[in-house]
């Protein structure tokens, strides 16, 4: 079945630091793939997404790009702040399907020490 | 803010109960999904409706029922609660109802329940 693996955290930086968070998946078809952002206290917030092989989505500095070869959704940033600090969590779906639903990955939390 | 509005934010109960989360979808939205986070589980899809029909089953609990209505809000209906139901869960909505390119979902702030 359909799974995405995130890299475990706790990860912990130190502002203005480079941010890299792995993410590779397993699907058939041609899934969508998405960062959501969970402040804490807070929803979940779509952070960035991306339809297609070697799509590259980006938004507020972080950037992931498609990769169909290694079926990895990577998730980076060049210089983390402190208001960065949440949980990352990875997670695609089918582009053609009946089901509506997303698969997740368990969650990377963010620390960024000033 | 996304749009999707969820009530109550907190909800403390006993084994044993019943409870009714609530939400909203966005303006226009026609799908509706639910989704629980608990600390062991991570997040689990539920359900997901759209236009007022069930489209999608995930690892729900036969004591646990949701339906939408007319307007579009959707209910999730938790009974005979045990201490293992406590988590957060997350109403989310959509435009459509597949997961075409393009058709993104929006979650609400979630509903914390406790059971005690």
């Known amino acids: 079945g359909n799974s995405v693996t995130q890299m475990e955290g706790p990860v912990t930086l130190s502002e203005e630091a480079f941010l890299t968070i792995n993410c590779t998946y397993t699907?058939?078809?041609?899934?969508?793939l998405f960062w959501y952002v969970q402040y804490p206290g807070e929803g979940l917030q779509l952070l960035l997404k991306a339809t297609k092989a070697d799509d590259k989505g980006s938004n507020k500095g972080f950037e992931a790009t498609y990769r169909k070869e290694t079926t990895s959704f990577h998730l980076e940033k060049g210089s983390v702040q402190v208001s960065d600090s949440a949980v990352y969590f990875c997670?695609?779906?089918?582009?053609?399907?009946?089901?509506?639903?997303?698969?997740f990955g368990k969650g990377t939390k963010l620390s960024v020490k000033p | 803010d996304s749009g999707v509005t969820q009530t109550p934010k907190h909800l403390i109960t006993a084994t044993g109960q019943r409870v009714t989360l609530r939400c909203s979808p966005r303006s226009g939205d026609l799908s509706v999904y639910w989704y629980q986070q608990s600390l062991d589980q991570g997040l689990q899809f539920l359900i997901q409706?759209?236009?007022?029909?069930?489209?999608a089953k995930g690892n729900i609990l036969e004591r646990f029922s949701a339906q939408q209505f007319p307007d579009l809000h959707s209910e999730l209906n938790l009974s005979s609660l045990e201490l293992g139901d406590s988590a957060l869960y997350f109403c989310?909505?959509?435009?459509?109802?597949?997961?075409?390119?393009?058709?993104?979902?929006?979650f609400g702030e979630g509903s914390w329940l406790t059971v005690v």
């Open positions: 989310a909505s959509s435009p459509r109802q597949g997961t075409s390119a393009g058709n993104t979902i929006y």
């Open positions: 997670a695609l779906s089918e582009r053609v399907g009946s089901q509506g639903n997303l698969i």
């Open positions: 699907a058939t078809g041609y899934p969508s």
């Open positions: 409706y759209y236009n007022g029909e069930e489209r």
